[in-house]
């Protein structure tokens, strides 16, 4: 089964909109961290934002807050005004604390484009 | 300061040769993760290091992929005798207290590997 979920394979948006992106997870772990990541098309992977299962509130940074629904298992990103420059594939990724590693599990990204 | 560094950024390579993927982490970084990008997907986790050991080689996928640590810092990961699926983009993170963020990880730019 899938442990990560992101069902926009693609995205637009109006400059200076707001826009979410969906991210859905399955685990059995009550401690778990989930992530979000920016690709820009040079590559790199951003990290952009980080809500733990046990976080009260949901995290925010700057234009990037997480829509956090724990009972749904959904931890969505809601980018405020956007920018020409958020134009980029979108990765939610979690840590289930039960792994050792900590190793990363993605999903198969959102791709924003925005729109002048 | 330096973040994690990866080299070659780019590597064509035909069908049946071995090739050498590096990874600099960032510096007093103690884990260190290997992942593989293949064209529109997410990332693919492929094996993890604490130090010099490897607790989890998992994802790795197949005898011909290996990976070793040294001085708890540079990796190299090979593969022999590439096979035209593995051409993707290998991307290397690693973690550690950085910034006051504990385990998050921090991604290299990638090597783009093709096999021809």
């Known amino acids: 089964a899938q442990k990560i979920t992101q069902t926009q394979p693609g995205m637009f948006v109006q400059e200076k909109e707001a826009v979410t992106l969906d991210c859905t997870y399955d685990t059995s772990d009550p401690s778990y961290g989930l992530f979000w990541y920016k690709q820009p098309s040079s590559g790199e992977m951003i990290f952009l934002i980080y809500q733990g299962s046990y976080d009260q509130q949901n995290a925010t940074e700057g234009r990037y807050s997480l829509n956090f629904q724990k009972a749904r298992k959904s931890a969505n990103l809601v980018i405020s005004a956007s920018q020409l420059g958020d134009s980029a594939m979108y990765f939610c990724?979690?840590?289930?604390?039960?792994?050792?590693?900590?190793?990363?599990?993605f999903g198969s990204g959102t791709r924003l484009l925005v729109r002048p | 300061g330096a973040g994690v560094s990866q080299s070659p950024s780019n590597k064509v390579t035909e069908k049946g040769k071995d090739v050498e993927l590096r990874c600099d982490p960032i510096s007093g970084h103690t884990a260190l993760y290997w992942y593989r990008q293949s064209l529109g997907q997410g990332l693919e986790f492929l094996i993890y290091?604490?130090?010099?050991?490897?607790?989890?080689k998992s994802g790795l996928p197949s005898d011909r992929f290996s990976a070793e640590r040294t001085g708890g810092s540079v990796s190299t990961l090979t593969i022999q005798r590439t096979q035209q699926e593995d051409s993707a983009v290998y991307l290397c993170?690693?973690?550690?207290?950085?910034?006051?963020?504990?385990?998050?990880?921090?991604f290299g730019p990638g090597t783009r590997l093709t096999v021809t």
């Open positions: 290091f604490q130090g010099n050991s490897a607790p989890d």
């Open positions: 993170a690693s973690s550690g207290s950085y910034r006051g963020r504990s385990y998050e990880q921090y």
């Open positions: 990724a979690m840590r289930e604390a039960r792994d050792s590693s900590y190793k990363l599990i």
